[in-house]
């Protein structure tokens, strides 16, 4: 089991996010992908405040332990630059194109498969889903780690004291 010591300060953003930037949520306003991208900025930038030894990088990936952007990029990830790969996030405020990130986070994650464009991907040691709905009691999370959805193992699932477990209701 992976070092939950980045999913915890990645729930602390979360929190602070809901206590000091409360006009994001009430109601969602503008584009929604613009709302995301600057949720994932704010967060990051609380990450980074929180632990002075990591890197924290939106809207990029890494290549050959350089940052790339493309399309399929993470909203977040937490890591050392040419170094070590923490932690992996999609964040979505609304309840569609779930799937999508799960397979990507899936692909992160996953230690034997093939990684998403051919290229020298690194492997997170966890991967993170967060939904951050309009009411903070609605907030739903899964964590991956090796490909899998392991959100009700231990130690992971004491992060459902805070969260919903994220699913498609259809």
Same mark, same amino acid.
């Given at each position: ?6 999913? $915890?300060?990645?729930?602390?953003? &979360?929190?602070?996010?809901? @206590?000091?930037?409360? +006009? #994001? ?5 503008? %584009? ?37 952007? $493309?399309?399929?990029?993470?909203? &977040?990830?937490?890591?050392? @630059?040419?170094?070590? +790969? #923490? ?5 979505? %405020? ?77």
């Amino acid at each position: 089991m992976a070092d939950t010591k980045y999913l $915890d300060t990645l729930v602390d953003s &979360i929190r602070a996010i809901y @206590r000091e930037e409360k +006009d #994001y949520f009430s109601p969602m306003q503008g %584009c929604e992908q613009a709302v995301q991208f600057r949720i994932a900025h704010r967060m990051a930038d609380q990450i980074e405040h929180q632990t002075k030894d990591i890197k924290v990088d939106c809207e990029a990936r890494k290549c050959n332990g350089y940052i790339k952007v $493309d399309k399929k990029r993470p909203d &977040i990830i937490i890591h050392k @630059r040419k170094s070590t +790969d #923490y932690l992996v996030v999609e964040i979505k %405020c609304n309840k569609r194109n779930w799937n999508n990130d799960f397979d990507k986070l899936v692909r992160f994650t996953h230690k034997n498969k093939p990684n998403l464009s051919g290229d020298n991907v690194p492997t997170y040691e966890l991967g993170a889903f967060v939904y951050l709905a309009d009411n903070e009691q609605d907030k739903a999370i899964r964590i991956y780690e090796n490909g899998k959805d392991v959100t009700n193992e231990y130690p992971y699932n004491k992060f459902l004291e805070d969260f919903k477990y994220a699913e498609i209701r259809r």
